[in-house]
């Protein structure tokens, strides 16, 4: 079975540039994460979508971040314009929700499956 | 607001040794209790999971957890840690939102 797969793996570019991370869910999922893995600040929750709509974007640090899921299978995380500060590995993580309509009291009852991540460095 | 504490930054073994890593909850109600292993340059991997029932949980690569709802914790433990098990593991606990620890980074010595 294909797990949830990012790419790119690893991107380098100036600050001011737009960068766009990718991540296809394990199919069946209906839930897909973005994180964001620092040493300073460790595993953040940056937002998370259900059935292709966003539930919870708080963790969003800033306007600069946006994300989308136009489908079941595909979401972008997107950064414009990027800064130094944003350099970190980003996670996105897939699971399946068990119950329905939507609750936020069961968002985390299925374990999360994640890709091997984006290592993203702003110069 | 619920949170997860691990302890332990950084802990040493010896190969063949058992191994426990300490986690801690705070949180008004039982939560969904997930312990993951990151290996460098990976994402993480699923170790194992606690929703109910059987307080003693077994999980991949021959690790288990104890939750233990009078002290808000959910050790994790092997007993007897290989090479390969060197990684950085994490706690994490749920109601609605994921919420991680810090993260134990493991080293294994021979």
């Known amino acids: 079975d294909a797990g949830v797969i990012q790419s790119p793996r690893h991107e380098v570019t100036e600050m001011g540039q737009e960068v766009t991370l990718r991540c296809k869910p394990i199919?069946?999922?209906?839930?897909l994460f973005w994180y964001r893995q620092t040493m300073m600040r460790g595993l953040e929750l940056l937002i998370y979508?259900?059935?292709?709509?966003?539930?919870?974007d708080s963790g969003m640090p800033e306007d600069r971040f946006s994300a989308k899921m136009p489908n079941a299978s595909f979401s972008t995380l997107k950064i414009q314009p990027s800064e130094p500060r944003d350099s970190a590995v980003y996670f996105c993580?897939?699971?399946?929700?068990?119950?329905?309509?939507?609750?936020?009291?069961?968002?985390?009852?299925?374990?999360?499956?994640f890709g091997d991540g984006t290592r993203l460095s702003i110069l | 607001a619920q949170s997860v504490t691990q302890p332990d930054i950084h802990i040493t073994v010896s190969e063949g040794a058992s191994l426990e890593l300490r986690c801690n909850y705070s949180?008004?109600?039982?939560?969904?209790l997930f312990w993951y292993v990151q290996s460098p340059g990976q994402g993480l991997q699923l170790l194992l999971k606690?929703?109910?029932?059987?307080?003693l949980v077994q999980g991949i690569k021959g690790f288990e957890a104890e939750f233990k709802r009078s002290q808000s914790s959910f050790n994790l433990r092997k007993p007897s840690v290989h090479w390969s098990d060197a990684a950085e593991y994490f706690c994490a606990v749920t109601r609605d939102k994921l919420s991680f620890g810090a993260g134990t980074t493991v080293t294994v010595r021979a």
């Open positions: 949180y008004g109600a039982t939560p969904y």
């Open positions: 993580a897939s699971s399946f929700l068990d119950r329905v309509p939507i609750s936020r009291d069961r968002a985390g009852n299925q374990p999360q499956h």
């Open positions: 606690y929703f109910s029932g059987d307080t």
């Open positions: 199919s069946g999922h209906n839930s």
């Open positions: 979508f259900n059935n292709n709509v966003p539930i919870d």
